[in-house]
């Protein structure tokens, strides 16, 4: 490390305390397929991509060296202008382009991905990121300039992507709205709408990302509670702190909307 300061980038679970900034560059643990997402970075910066780190090799700890990216990550209270229309439409935008920049990617067959990307959704010719979520898009002024942690970069579905990306930066409401709840579907289904439009997403597509944030809600609480009980403290804390019944309060406010939804989608 040549004596370099490390310093704790605090707000990822997965990795929690192990992902370091030194200087201009991070360091992260490395995993049995991040060679592979190594050749993803590698892609990425041979087609001009800008909004993803590059990959610069690794260190002599065995962590894999990515380009630091200036801006912001929101890691733990959501800010108001996380919430705004014109920050999902440049998230929408930053995947758009991202899978426009990964659609030549080509990994051979046997590649070793992440497996965490559920059935009808997984498999197909586009490697997403599939965590498109606060803490791993970056910003500056409000707007999403760079995807990083591609450690879930598996083939998948593109609806899959923009429902978790969805279910992050559109405010799914809940009780809140019980005054109003039929303008509040509908707001919410507009701005879903626009995320599709912004990203280039047509009809049948964009009724599909519905299913998808069913699926990828369903998927996240699995996920949450498998990790808990094998007593991953991030997600332990995560459970502790009622994330399992913010999940199922927006499960059933999906089903409550679902018409005003599926109205706004076709
Ligand atoms: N390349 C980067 N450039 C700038 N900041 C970064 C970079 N990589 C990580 N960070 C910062 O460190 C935080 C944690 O990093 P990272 O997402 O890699 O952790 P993680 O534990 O793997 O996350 P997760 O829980 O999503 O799996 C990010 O939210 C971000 O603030
Ligand atoms: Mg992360």
């Known amino acids: 490390m040549n004596g370099r300061a490390e310093e704790v980038l605090a707000g990822g679970a997965e990795n929690r305390g192990a992902v370091v900034r030194v200087g201009d560059t991070v360091r992260r643990p490395q995993k049995p397929f991040s060679f592979a997402v190594h050749l993803l970075l590698q892609h990425l ?18 962590r894999e ?7 912001e990550t929101v890691t733990a209270t959501v800010p108001a202008w996380a919430r705004r229309a014109r920050t999902a439409d440049s998230v929408a935008r930053l995947l758009r382009d991202y899978h426009r920049a990964v659609s030549s990617f080509r990994w051979p067959s ?12 997984a498999g197909g010719g586009l490697l997403c990121h599939n965590d498109p979520v606060r803490s791993n898009i970056v910003c500056r002024g409000g707007l999403a300039v760079a995807l990083i942690d591609f450690d879930r970069a598996a083939p998948a579905l593109p609806e899959w992507e923009i429902a978790c990306a969805v279910r992050q930066w559109i405010p799914l409401r809940g009780e809140e709205d019980e005054h109003d709840p039929e303008s509040a579907g509908q707001r919410t289904a507009a701005r879903i709408r626009r995320f ?16 998808a944030i069913r699926d990828s809600e369903a998927a ?10 094998e007593g991953h403290p991030a997600y332990v804390r995560f459970l502790r702190e009622g994330a399992a019944d913010r999940i199922e309060a927006r499960r059933l406010w999906l089903d409550r909307h679902a018409e005003a939804l599926r109205d706004a989608m076709v």
């Open 45 to 62: 910066e041979a087609v001009g991509f800008e909004g993803a780190p590059r990959f610069l090799g690794i260190d002599d700890a065995g």
């Open 65 to 71: 060296v990515l380009d630091y990216i200036p801006g």
């Open 110 to 121: 046997a590649t070793p991905w992440d497996s965490s990307v559920e059935p009808p959704w």
């Open 196 to 211: 599709c439009d912004v990203y280039g997403l047509e009809g049948g597509s964009r009724l599909r990302v519905l299913d």
């Open 220 to 229: 996240s609480r699995v996920m949450l509670e498998r990790r808990a009980a």
